[in-house]
């Protein structure tokens, strides 16, 4: 009887212990799912964000073209700031006219390069960044020259060979992340013969250690120069450095020869190759190809007339035709390159699933918010894939705080592009607004987010943390601004030109770098009218003269004739209330 009974108390207890185990695993899946959707939407914002920049980038293109369109008339008005826009500052100079200015001095700590390189100058330039040593002038200066003098023997496309017993490394975009770049080669080997590399662009630009990876990447290509291939990225480009922050890295490391260094680079960036063909069979190209890319056509162009996809070259005549004949279809496939082929031919399926996007740079939205990979191929095998992720001590932490540190960048980023178009959200929420109650249905609510602001996202899933829903469903939709609004500068100016400035911003401070061609940092009352001008012709922007000039002339706060546009920019700082609540929720947390 007692062996009986204590037998059936053991049962419950061990009964009782399974299913608290289920309940605590089902939770635990549960909370896991909703952090990986909650990762995943905030993900879905970063890369929509970045999307819509993209086509933003085809607008201020655009611009540019427009600009050359008009060069007549523009250059009529005000042949100055047309010359500053369109014109290069690159002048001929030799190697001595830079370098024989330059001295080294003793008390300089840093590596010493040893031309021509070897091997041992990549490893002591790896090991001086670790330390966070800056390469002196001279060197940076003497690795581009050699680097330029190099690229001008390359083809437009670079071609190489593997076999079984030899793979090449493809990598994707790095921009500015060193540490990812030193843990590539730390898994994968340094370049050498036998360990080639193909670094599909964008090297450059977003991270703050771009010079960094330039110069590790063109001295191992120097030393390498049969086994390193450097393709170039749509961000080897001087005016989308003005824009996402190369230029101002080396004007802030380099200041006595910063502008040197980037009219030499603004001129190696033409002579990078388009693309790198391995074993015949395998394109790698930065940004993809359309169905009427033409192979021949790129092999044979002028890569170096290029310099920025930004401004393109003026047309001429006859080169309407031209385009129009040479728009012959080229498709990519994994036994080899089709060229001269119909825009009829459909890939197969297996074809299309040779198609690879390789992105190297983790991290990149937010600490822990992506991995970086890289890609390994031989001849006759399929492709092989590494993805890694930089550890710090953010990437370190529980995944709900990892989570809340990713998804509340990815709201504030949205929140901006949200009260940057305040003023056409509220119009489009109050004709949905039949009944002038101030609510809408989250679906109508949903609705006019994507209709102003272009963004594909799940709205829906989204505005629980974006806008007040009461009880029934519907949203407060004036909410959606409640907790942020831009800082301004003049009481008086009127909203809709905050938002207009700040809506641009990116692209007006494009154009002021432009302008601002000594990098000072200043312009001229006159070169800001000019360039406002300018940029609302194209825009068809309607803003009144009379309203510019009085918010240029209350930010000129030394009344010295100039504007410091940066400071111009923080007056249109976006305050963030809820900042401080998320700040006490981590604290908590």
């Not at 080897?236 to 680079?265: A, S």
């Not at 001129?267 to 693309?275: A, E, F, V």
């Not at 190809?289 to 003026?314: A, C, G, Q």
């Amino acid at each position: 009887m007692g062996c009986g009974t204590s037998s059936s108390v053991k049962d419950k207890k061990s009964e009782k212990a399974l299913k608290a185990a289920l309940v605590i695993q089902n939770w635990y899946r549960g909370r896991s799912a909703q952090l990986k959707t909650r990762q995943r939407y905030a993900l879905t914002i970063f890369q929509s964000i970045e999307y819509a920049d993209e086509q933003g980038q085809l607008q201020l293109s655009n611009f540019f073209s427009f600009m050359l369109e008009n060069y007549t008339r523009v250059l009529e008005e005000d042949s100055e700031l047309v010359t500053h826009l369109l014109g290069s500052n690159i002048q001929d100079k030799d190697r001595q006219d830079y370098l024989g200015l330059i001295d080294v001095p003793d008390s300089y700590c840093g590596p010493r390069l040893q031309f021509p390189l070897t091997f041992t100058d990549i490893d002591l330039l790896i090991e001086a960044f670790k330390q966070q040593q800056i390469l002196h002038a001279y060197y940076v200066l003497e690795v581009l020259f050699e680097t330029k003098k190099l690229l001008q023997q390359m083809p437009n496309f670079t071609h190489t060979k593997t076999s079984p017993s030899k793979e090449i490394t493809i990598c994707g975009d790095l921009h500015g992340k060193l540490d990812d770049l030193f843990l590539i080669y730390s898994k994968n080997g340094l370049p050498s013969v036998s360990n080639p590399y193909v670094f599909n662009g964008d090297f450059v630009d977003r991270g703050k250690n771009s010079m960094e990876i330039l110069m590790i990447l063109f001295v191992s290509f120097l030393v390498y120069p049969n086994d390193l291939h450097l393709n170039r990225g749509n961000h080897e480009d001087f005016m989308m450095n003005k824009r996402y922050g190369f230029t101002k890295e080396v004007l802030n490391k380099y200041k006595l020869h910063g502008k040197k260094i980037l009219q030499i680079l603004e001129d190696i960036y033409t002579w990078l190759p388009i693309g790198t063909i391995i074993d015949n069979e395998i394109l790698v190209v930065h940004g993809g190809i359309s169905e009427s890319t033409d192979l021949n056509l790129l092999h044979r162009i002028e890569r170096n007339k290029l310099k920025s996809v930004l401004m393109p070259p003026i047309p001429i005549d006859g080169d309407r035709a031209t385009e129009k004949e040479n728009k012959v279809g080229t498709t990519i496939t994994a036994r080899g390159i089709r060229r001269n082929g119909s825009l009829s031919e459909q890939l197969t399926k297996h074809e299309w699933e040779q198609v690879i996007t390789v992105f190297s740079a983790s991290n990149y939205y937010e600490e822990g918010s992506n991995r970086g990979a890289y890609i390994r191929v031989s001849s006759g095998t399929p492709p092989r894939f590494f993805q890694y992720q930089m550890t710090r001590a953010t990437c370190l932490r529980p995944l709900y705080q990892r989570v809340n540190a990713v998804e509340s960048s990815a709201i504030r980023m949205l929140k901006e592009r949200m009260i940057s178009r305040k003023t056409d959200l509220i119009r489009v929420f109050q004709l949905q607004d039949c009944s002038k109650s101030g609510k809408l249905s989250v679906g109508q609510w949903a609705f006019s987010m994507e209709n102003v602001l272009g963004l594909n996202l799940p709205w829906r899933s989204l505005s629980s943390r974006l806008v007040t829903t009461d009880k029934d469903g519907n949203t407060d939709y004036m909410s959606s601004f409640q907790d942020i609004h831009i800082q301004k500068p003049v009481k008086e100016v009127q909203s809709t030109l905050i938002e207009t400035v700040y809506r641009y911003r990116s692209d007006l401070q494009m154009i002021f770098n432009v302008i601002d061609s000594d990098h000072s940092g200043l312009i001229s009352m006159e070169e800001f009218r000019s360039m406002w001008k300018l940029f609302t012709s194209y825009y068809s922007v309607c803003i009144d003269d009379s309203q510019l000039d009085e918010l240029a002339e209350r930010m000129d706060l030394n009344k010295d004739g100039s504007i410091d546009f940066n400071e111009f920019l923080k007056a249109f700082y976006v305050v963030h209330k809820f900042d401080k609540l998320n700040k006490s929720d981590t604290k908590d947390a």
